[in-house]
């Protein structure tokens, strides 16, 4: 499995730095049919990650490839527009190479955002939901992206995971949502390696061990970027509701489509939330 030496990440940082004015105050990352919240940077500085040594590529449909970096409700942001997963074949330190780079960046904050279905039965299709903590099912069975050799140049061997979503930024989103009307939900996002959707026993399973919402990425993210001592902020969009009676189908394109009806709740949280980030 693909794995890094620490000046790949400084060479990948060196680029995009000597194109940059300004610090870099917050990175997000954009998942499955999200991507539309990169229209909104202002002044726009777009770098595609075929220009970025190491850099990995997406297969995926409604996934671009670029780094969009602007201002967004008035602070500087870097968005990854596009992102890779372990179903693609990519290892963990491959899907999470864009965090270390923005490590290398100093970036302090990360927003994760990402598609997700909802296990959760008070969840409907369209719902956002503020990820209060994980499962990472990937992780746990042996393929962390902290496996192998650390590079203490970011953190420590054995890095704490108490509080992996910052509860600061949580109180920010639920006191955003009640400002704007948007019915938040909340809870615990589980990382599974997908690319099939789960049977109806796996989304009983996953609720009986506390899952609210299911997917396929952000995890090794956010274990890399706490890691790396960044503060993080997650918000799921509840693409679909999980069947556990084999009465529903999942479909890649529903989730596009219900993503684009969760886009805008979502740039309407971070407007509210970004000036005091
Ligand atoms: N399962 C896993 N990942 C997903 C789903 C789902 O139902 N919806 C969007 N991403």
Not at 89 to 118: D, H, W
Request: proline letters at 6%; aromatic letters at 8%; a negative charge.
């Amino acid at each position: 499995m693909k794995t890094y030496e620490y000046a790949d990440y400084v060479k990948a940082a060196e680029i995009i730095k000597e194109k940059i004015k300004t610090p870099i105050e917050l990175a997000l990352v954009l998942g499955s049919g999200l991507g539309g919240l990169a229209d909104e940077v202002k002044h726009p500085l777009i770098i595609d990650y075929r220009d970025l040594p190491g850099w990995p590529l997406s297969t995926v449909e409604g996934h671009k490839g670029r780094l969009v970096i602007g201002e967004l409700a008035g602070r500087m942001v870097l968005v990854q527009q596009g992102r890779v997963h372990f179903y693609e074949g990519y290892s963990p330190a491959e899907i999470t190479f864009p965090i270390r780079v923005m490590q290398c960046l100093k970036i302090p904050s990360l927003i994760v955002t990402n598609a997700a279905g909802g296990v959760n039965p008070s969840f409907s299709a369209g719902d956002v939901m503020l990820i209060t903590d994980h499962i990472g099912f990937v992780s746990m069975s042996g393929f962390n992206p902290l496996n192998g050799r650390n590079f203490d140049q970011f953190g420590p061997r054995f890095p704490d995971m108490s509080q992996a979503y910052d509860r600061e930024y949580g109180s920010l989103v639920r006191k955003a949502a009640t400002r704007t009307g948007i019915d938040l939900k909340e809870g615990v996002y589980t990382w599974l390696s997908g690319p099939s959707f789960e049977t109806p026993a796996e989304i009983r399973f996953l609720r009986t061990v506390g899952t609210d919402a299911v997917g396929m990425s952000t995890v090794p993210e956010v274990i890399v970027a706490r890691h790396g001592g960044m503060r993080v902020l997650g918000l799921s969009g509840i693409t679909n509701k999980c069947s556990d009676d084999g009465e529903m189908k999942a479909d890649h394109q529903e989730v596009l489509q219900i993503a684009d009806i969760i886009g805008p709740k979502i740039i309407r949280i971070l407007y509210e939330i970004l000036p005091d980030m």
